[in-house]
């Protein structure tokens, strides 16, 4: 099999080696509290930083072609999916690896030596976890001690946080309340929607006895939750998540308020409002009054805190309906931010919005990122939060001031009847953006002038631009076939991760072309569908996807088609990059490229990484092939590369037990947790 050259230039690599021996001594992280005890990874991204990064190092270059299965766990035990995909990072605490896997979200105890499960919880059934569109969407489980005893907090599809026992597997006595729903423990559970929704005004006018277990009436709306809650100084915070705003018809939905608890008691602690209501900061920015009735702006990707500081570090999405944002004119605060929140009173400390008025599901999917980074020899405290856009928002994490300038720059705007645009968008100045932002001529493909030519032609058709194109609609006459947004993020799927003894970020992405249309809401109405909640039909609907296609087979702009990036976050410059993924057969064997050097070119997919030690490991996509490979994490020099069992997906991780070190994949389909060790 082909595969690619991951070597970059000597040159390059004494350089980059000169600068990671310089700033390494600069690095303020080593004496920072990130929650996590050596050999340990406490947290769903590692330490409550987020960095998915660990300082264990036996396992390295010289040895690292040598490790083999040392067991495996079977996900799809835990449903009825036989083609079961894990989402969850499993977590290491005090000798024993948690997770949670399948449709009910069963919470379980795994022997990391021998992958045995020790025991498991799954929350009895409820028409809440029926209706949930996020049953086996969980990224993992949270951590804290109460009396010196561990306890496992999780979050549930159906909205309940539950606090376990870490040893046993029973829930916590005198903590929450009882749930009155058949088979519910009497104690270790606390309900969250009556905390959600009190005081909340389409509820109170509802005027309806509340169900446990149906929850939210449908005209209202939905929540649930994927990702875990994070445990801050004795506070249990709390993330949610709504349906997907693509499959969304009906502008009502609940708001995703961050709900935060007593870690030893479960008692209700405070709830800050993400879409703020008369006479709070932001009010003024939803128009229309929109913020009586609409909602979905959560944060279903994992949270960060600062332990020392206090403060937790809140990811949102956009508001309801994506694509459209006509009945809800205005910048509409906090959707699609970063949050930065008190943790013992809930009150905002600041806040940046990465996008105005979201219509493009640009919702921030990954953890923001804690590092302490030297800039210009001042030492600063920084939040890094990557996107989908591949736009990197960097900012000093005790004020919210950004470590390089921010541009607002004007955008295109709609011309959907009904509907309206920011005039402008945040633009960082630096990092550069992980893919270029458009498709520019010299960007597209010519490999021979004959594709190039037309390539060029097909491009013409369309309407080409950065990633704030607003839909077009059907009947449009712009004299094009298309808006076509040209860029390339991250997303859940492949979060980023940043060593905090360099300030270095690796980050995979792909770019990637695409439009699509909005259709009237009238043509997409499925009042039986899942998905659809609220009553008021929206006058524009997402509608079918687009794209310019390709160029005999082959994508329209040039390679790389995917690429792991390592950015220096102290200067802001992309130090290397490798590309992720084979080169597609049906570019390696085109007729019309016979003798054109396709080494570097990756496969489009994008890598789960992660850091430890020395080395950067990283897999190939989901679409495979199964590999695991490692690179030095300073010089991006490839390392080594071990077959295994099935492509990784989603998490990774790795913990010291007994003396040995564990790397933790996860594979599918079916889903699977697989670890590696060296020989024992």
Known sequence: ??????????????????????????????????????????????????????????????????????????????????????????????????????????????????????????????TRWERSMRQNYGKGVAYGERDGRGVIYYTSPAFFLHAIDAETGRHIEDFGAPVAIDGFPQTGVVDLLPDLLRNWEPWEAWNQPYDPDYGIPRELGFITASSPPIVVNGTVVIGNSAEQGYN???VENVPGDILAYDASSGDFRWKFHVIPRPGEFGHDTWE????????????????????????????????TIDYFGGFRPGDNLFGTSVIALDVTTGERVWHFQTVHNDQWNYDIPNVPIIADLQVDGRGIPAVIQTTKTGLI????????????????????????????????QPFPTRPEPMEPLGLPESDIIDFTPELRSEAMEIVSRYNVGGVFLPRLYGDHSTGVEDNIRCYGG???TNPATLDPTTGILYVASARRCGGGMVIPGIEADDPEAMATTGATLSQWVAGPGGGMGTIQGLPLHKPPYS????FDMNTGERLWWVPVGDTPQTVLNHPALEGIDLSRTGSGASSIQMVSGDLLYATEGSSGPAVLNAYDKLTGEHVGEIEIPSPGQYGMMTYMHEGNQFVVLQVGRPGRLVALSLPQ
Request: avoid cysteine; glycine fraction near 6%.
């Open 490 to 492: 991250l997303n859940i």
């Open 248 to 250: 969304q018809t009906r």
């Open 1 to 126: 099999m082909f595969r690619s050259n991951r070597r970059i230039s000597e040159l390059q690599q004494v350089t980059l080696v000169a600068l990671a021996l310089m700033m390494a001594p600069l690095s303020l992280s080593q004496a920072q509290d990130r929650g996590t005890p050596y050999g340990e990874w406490r947290y769903q991204s590692a330490d409550s930083w987020g960095t998915r990064y660990s300082p264990v190092d036996q396992i390295d270059s010289s040895n690292f072609g040598n490790l083999e299965v040392a067991w495996t766990w079977q996900a799809n035990n835990f449903g009825p999916d036989v083609d079961y995909q894990m989402k969850s990072t499993p977590t290491y605490i005090d000798g024993i690896l948690y997770t949670v896997a399948g449709q009910r979200r069963t919470v379980v105890a795994i022997d990391p030596n021998t992958g045995e499960t020790l025991w498991t919880y799954r929350e009895p059934n409820t």
């Open 563 to 566: 690429r792991l990036s390592a």
């Open 288 to 319: 229309n009054n929109a913020w009586q009735y609409t909602g979905d702006v959560s944060s279903w990707a994992p949270m960060s805190a600062d332990r020392e500081r206090g403060i937790v570090y809140i990811p949102t999405n956009p508001p």
């Open 393 to 424: 928002f960097a900012f000093d994490r005790e004020t919210g001031e950004p470590i390089w300038p921010i541009e607002e720059r004007p955008v295109e705007q709609t011309v959907v009847p009904g509907n309206w645009t920011a005039a402008t």
